[in-house]
């Protein structure tokens, strides 16, 4: 077997998916990747954070807020409020709370700039065709903000199907215009998120939680093929590291530099920080 072309890392890397890490939480994760249950109980000031991202050549970030712990809102208002030009937020949004999920979405847009809204399968138990998420998805076409949502086997101990990415098709049929991000590699039904991508033009994919020696196959023929601008990089800091998800990402079989440019840098750049 031949070992991949090893690509230069692009300037202007995007992060698509980081957690604030406030230290000593609970993560059912931690025994799926190495090092984790360290890294929280450590904790990560900002100044760290910045500091590991400058190592591993890490520009942006888009910082997650609603399922990392008390204060975690805060937290990354202030870190983007310190550094605008690194950092956009996301928060995640729990339907089943009715008209205060649309108005927290308004504030949060609205109010505090955050350019993406996260709605998570493992935590409403709910499939997302369900009529709680219709709401929610309708404020964010008004708003012109996107939706992501986690697809695939997720690591806590709950039921997986409600994150089968079949569901999503609905979502697209109903809602066109809504941009739609699969996060966490949709294993075991990619092939059902790479046939929503070439279907639906506002579907995209992103890697989080994902190691990029382990993204499937299908997804890295998609990228090479017709779908070099429909896939994204994100680590879901502190599960993985910058360093080594980079170090993985330059030796992925892309056919040119450009493909992995779009990958790490633009697709999140231009859906994020345009």
């Known amino acids: 077997m031949t070992t991949p072309e090893k690509f230069p890392l692009p300037s202007g890397v ?42 591993a050549g890490v520009a942006k970030g888009v910082l997650c807020s609603g399922y990392a712990g008390e204060g975690d809102r805060e937290w990354c208002v202030k870190a983007r409020d310190r550094h605008p030009e690194r950092f956009a937020l996301s928060h995640v949004v729990d339907p089943r709370e009715g008209m205060a999920a649309v108005r927290l979405v308004e504030e949060l847009v609205t109010g505090e700039g955050h350019r993406l809204i996260r709605l998570l399968g493992l935590q409403t138990q709910l499939y997302y065709n369900d009529p709680a998420y219709y709401p929610v998805y309708a404020k964010c076409v008004e708003l012109g903000v996107p939706v992501s949502v986690n697809v695939g086997f997720p690591g806590p ?9 079949l569901a999503v098709d609905d979502v697209c049929a109903f809602f ?41 196959p299908a997804i890295l023929q998609y990228a090479n093929t017709r779908g070099a601008d429909r896939i994204l990089w994100g680590s879901d800091y502190p599960l993985l590291t910058h360093e080594r998800c980079l170090t993985e990402a330059v030796r992925l079989p892309f056919r040119d530099a450009g493909k992995l440019e779009k990958f790490l840098s633009l697709n999140a750049s231009a859906m994020f920080f345009a």
Not at 157 to 162: A, E
């Open 176 to 216: 066109p215009d809504l941009k739609v991000v699969l996060a966490h590699g949709g294993e075991p039904w990619v092939d059902v998120c790479v046939k929503l991508m070439v279907k639906w033009p506002n579907v995209s994919w992103m890697s989080s939680a994902i190691a990029p020696k382990h993204i499937p």
């Open 14 to 55: 995007v992060d698509a998916w980081i957690n604030p890490n406030l230290g000593a939480l609970t993560n059912a994760a931690t025994a799926l990747f190495p090092d984790l249950a360290a890294r929280m109980e450590r904790g990560t000031t900002l100044e760290r954070l910045i500091d590991e991202m400058d190592a």
């Open 157 to 165: 101990h709950v039921p997986s199907k409600y994150q089968d990415p």
